[in-house]
């Protein structure tokens, strides 16, 4: 009864480990295909155009919606076998979802509320293949993102502390201040 007990827990274990590799595997491939689609889908999608009509930017809206569906029906058998019916739709409404907002952004030439907006770059990170790169660099473009380089540490603490941009000579907080002092290059501690 032992031996029939170990090796019955042995194969659960086994098909457990199994499992959980394929379930890594069925990830992976999740993202292949998708990332196959939304290249192939990037590859025929006219690039951000300001100045149009509003007649050809509906048109374009139209031909960038029948070019997703034309895409979505030639990967469909390998869409099926791995995405269920519902991440396959969801995946298609938010296709279809982001050409309505790019053809919107289109039209007001940028000038979108801020959530219709911040859902455009949120769509487009989600579903291009260069994670939303070409759309921030067109909002840039129109000043419509500003994106500012990170101070240095110790840049920030010195302005946090002389309420200035001149930075000259800080180094950075003095050990044990955490905040209330800041060391300049010869290591003097200014006075309180």
Not at 21 to 36: D, N, P, S, T
Not at 68 to 77: A, V
Not at 121 to 144: A, N, V
Request: with cysteine; glycine share 8%.
């Amino acid at each position: 009864m032992g031996l029939l007990e170990r090796l019955k827990r042995s194969l659960e274990n086994r098909s457990e480990v199994n499992s959980g590799e394929a379930e890594k595997g069925l990830k992976i491939r999740q993202e292949e295909v998708k990332g196959q689609l939304l290249r192939s889908i990037d590859k025929w999608l006219v690039p951000y155009k300001s100045g149009q009509g509003v007649l050809q930017n509906r048109n374009q809206c139209g031909a960038e919606k029948d070019v997703i569906e034309r895409q979505i029906n030639i990967y469909k058998k390998e869409l099926r076998e791995i995405f269920s019916d519902k991440e396959l739709f969801l995946l298609r409404y938010k296709l279809h979802q982001k050409a309505d907002l790019r053809c919107e952004f289109r039209e007001k030439r940028g000038h979108l509320p801020l959530k219709k907006l911040e859902k455009l770059l949120q769509l487009e990170r989600q579903t291009s293949s260069d994670k939303g790169r070409q759309f921030i660099k067109i909002c840039q473009r129109l000043g419509l993102i500003e994106i500012r380089k990170p101070l240095k540490t110790y840049e920030n603490i010195a302005q946090r502390e002389s309420g200035s941009n001149n930075v000259k000579g800080y180094q950075g907080r003095s050990a044990g201040t955490l905040g209330k002092g800041v060391v300049k290059e010869k290591g003097n501690v200014p006075s309180r």
